[in-house]
T-cell receptor
Framework: GIQVEQSPPDLILQEGANSTLRCNFS?????LQWFHQNPWGQLINLFY???GTKQNGRLSATTVATERYSLLYISSSQTTDSGVYFC????????????FGTGTRLLVSP | GAVVSQHPSRVICKSGTSVKIECRSL??????MFWYRQFPKQSLMLMAT?????????EQGVEKDKFLINHASLTLSTLTVTSAHPEDSSFYIC???????????????FGPGTRLTVL
């Protein structure tokens, strides 16, 4: 099945710093999303981005589908950005059946 | 809008008992709901797809007799962990796909999760 790897696995930042999170996937995909899981476990959709670039405030994401990777940029990080960031892709043979990546655990300290 | 709730948020039970977890879409109808399991410091794994009015489809390696899913209405799906064992302790998360969703671009909305501890 499709493999989704994220790097780095852990990241510690000082408030105000910028960071880039990476998601590599092993097969062509129709659907790639980025999620933030807050410390209480709630998943929040950040981006639907199977290709191209999108921006939403301090966050932006770029997916290069032909090279099978996606990047999530966080600028001017805040303590509320802490949590786990997941990318997820739709299985080629399963409508809306998401395969989640390994995750990046982010801690932003004041 | 697009709120999904889960109940209970936390549950502790004894080994051998059964536990029911509810997933509700509060402000939309969902013909399809998904159940995920997340072990501590790990990723989410899809367990099963719940379709209103029909049998659930389970992912490979998930025991359908152990994890019973019922999607009896357009706003409610339930997951029952039968004869629970300590290894079933996990964080269970549901998501709901608004009715009529047929495209990969449609968004699943996630519940807040249920933490199950089996003693």
């Amino acid at each position: 099945g499709i493999q989704v790897e994220q790097s780095p696995p852990d990241l510690i930042l000082q408030e105000g710093a910028n960071s880039t999170l990476r998601c590599n996937f092993s097969d062509s995909v129709n659907n790639l999303q980025w999620f933030h899981q807050n410390p209480w476990g709630q998943l929040i959709n950040l981006f639907y981005i199977p290709s191209g670039t999108k921006q939403n405030g301090r966050l932006s994401a770029t997916t290069v589908a032909t090279e099978r990777y996606s990047l999530l940029y966080i600028s001017s990080s805040q303590t509320t950005d802490s949590g786990v960031y997941f990318c997820a892709v739709e299985r080629p043979t399963g409508f809306q059946k998401l395969v989640f990546g390994t995750g990046t655990r982010l801690l932003v300290s004041p | 809008g697009a709120v999904v709730s889960q109940h209970p948020s936390r549950v502790i039970c004894k080994s051998g008992t059964s536990v029911k977890i509810e997933c509700r879409s509060l402000d939309f109808q969902a013909t399809t709901m998904f159940w995920y399991r997340q072990f501590p410091k790990q990723s989410l794994m899809l367990m099963a797809t719940s379709n209103e009015g029909s049998k659930a489809t389970y992912e490979q390696g998930v025991e359908k007799d152990k994890f019973l899913i019922n999607h009896a209405s357009l706003t409610l799906s339930t997951l029952t962990v039968t004869s629970a064992h300590p290894e079933d302790s996990s964080f269970y998360i549901c998501s709901a796909l608004p009715a009529g969703g047929k495209r990969s671009t449609d968004t699943q909305y996630f519940g807040p999760g249920t933490r199950l501890t089996v003693l």
